[in-house]
């Protein structure tokens, strides 16, 4: 097996980030991060599907599978938790032009990179679910997966370091320095 696509492990990675001011700007630039991540990741499952096509079922071997679960979310809730599901990038930034950011309740970021590696019908699931969930002095990230994968490892850096970026300030409320 590939040391790349990774060995058997429970991962539940969580962050707190309760103390980040959630600005659109950042916000918009990690929901763009994220929606290019799983179209980069969707071109590599592609690549592996088109690579096999030529092969008997047998002899075909996966690294990156397609699952046809593979998604990308954005969920808007508003003070009455009336909810806008945006699908990609360009689907935020309507909602965003349409004013529906404005007294948000809760903004959930869902992106699920699931794929099957291995041979012939010997096929192996590995899960691997971001999300970011945005409520007032409560921000968290949490990284779930069955398998330690550095691509995905690599993902979850990559987002840790966008909320990093992120404007902060310690309240009464959430207090870092403590």
């Keep these: 097996m ?3 696509i990774g060995v058997k492990k429970i991962i539940n990675n969580q962050y707190d980030y309760s103390n ?4 659109l700007d950042a916000v918009s630039y990690l929901v763009e991060y994220c929606d290019k991540t799983n179209n ?3 071109e590599l499952t592609d690549k592996d599907e088109e690579k096999n096509k ?3 079922i047998e002899y075909r071997e996966y690294q990156y599978k397609k699952d046809y679960g ?3 979310s954005v969920a808007i809730y508003d003070k009455d938790y009336k909810c806008i599901i945006c699908k990609d990038f360009d689907s935020f930034m309507v909602a965003v032009r349409d004013g529906n950011l404005n007294n948000v309740s ?3 970021i869902n992106l699920f ?3 099957y590696s291995g041979k012939g019908d010997n096929l192996e699931m590995h899960n691997n679910k971001f999300e970011i969930i945005f409520k007032p002095y409560a921000t968290t990230f949490t990284r779930t997966a069955d398998h330690d994968d550095n691509i995905m ?3 979850e850096s990559e987002i840790i370091d966008i909320l990093n970026q992120f404007p902060s300030a310690n309240s009464i409320f959430c207090n870092k320095n403590s």
């Design 54 to 56: 030529q092969y008997k």
């Design 153 to 155: 490892n690599k993902i």
């Design 70 to 72: 593979q998604q990308f």
């Design 113 to 115: 990179l699931g794929f």
């Design 40 to 42: 980069q990741f969707s």
């Design 106 to 108: 809760l903004l959930e």
């Design 20 to 23: 980040i001011i959630p600005m």
């Design 2 to 4: 590939n040391d790349e």
